[in-house]
């Protein structure tokens, strides 16, 4: 029997995406707190990492222990465009797992397009080629691959039940390994270019040459 337009549509629709965005590290080896330190193409890596993820046209969720970072954030809601919420860290210092699985049950069912703030080469074409490479199997995990190495912390992760309660009993065992729980999982590697995802960390990575 033909489904009416209203239920097809429904079904095939995918879950929805949403930008998040991790700004909460200290910056220990930086010396500052990288999200706020200029970038060359204008404003803070944390307003170029926001204005990139907007170009997709997505809601953005930005995590942070930072009140700074969530108040920039709200300010700058206005001029990008899509809708801008902000949580805090569930814990501070306790790694990218803990706000991934924070992310998940805050939005639950959703696919989550996650991105940390200390990768400032990043472009907009190559968060285009991630989210178009991750509706090709919905249920999976999909990583940023530079070639060398899966980035772990740019990538997009379905919040569905089975991966949410995965999480949290990797968590429950005492477990902060994102490596070792994505193990686990059914993960696709994207490659991306190299010169995109490379992390900035330490002052001589900021000085070093720009990608190309």
Do not use: F
Not at 24 to 33: A, E, F, K, L, N
Not at 51 to 57: D, I, K, T
Not at 70 to 82: D, K, N, Y
Not at 179 to 189: C, F, I, K, N, Y
């Amino acid at each position: 029997m033909k489904l009416p337009n209203s239920q097809a549509l429904t079904i095939a629709d995918p879950p929805p995406l949403r930008c998040c965005l991790l700004t909460g590290g200290s910056s220990r080896r930086m010396g500052t707190d990288k999200a706020l330190l200029p970038h060359p193409d204008g404003g803070t890596w944390l307003s170029r990492t926001l204005q990139r993820l907007a170009a997709l046209g997505e809601p953005i969720t930005l995590c942070s222990g930072h009140p700074n970072h969530r108040r920039l954030a709200h300010r700058l809601q206005p001029s990008l465009g899509v809708p801008v919420v902000t949580t805090s860290e569930p814990e501070s210092g306790q790694g990218p797992l803990h706000s991934l699985a924070h992310l998940m049950a805050l939005h639950g069912g959703e696919r989550l397009l996650l991105c940390p703030v200390d990768m400032p080469w990043l472009d907009e074409r190559s968060l285009e080629v991630l989210r178009d490479s991750a509706r090709l199997a919905l249920e999976r995990v999909h990583v940023a691959d530079d070639g060398v190495r899966q980035q772990y912390l740019l990538g997009v992760y379905p919040a569905s039940a089975v991966l949410r309660r995965s999480l949290q009993r990797w968590l429950a065992a005492g477990h902060r390994s994102m490596e070792g729980w994505l193990a686990q999982q059914a993960v696709s590697s994207v490659r991306l270019p190299a010169g995109a995802l490379r992390n900035c960390n330490h002052p001589a990575d900021w000085a070093a040459p720009t990608p190309g």
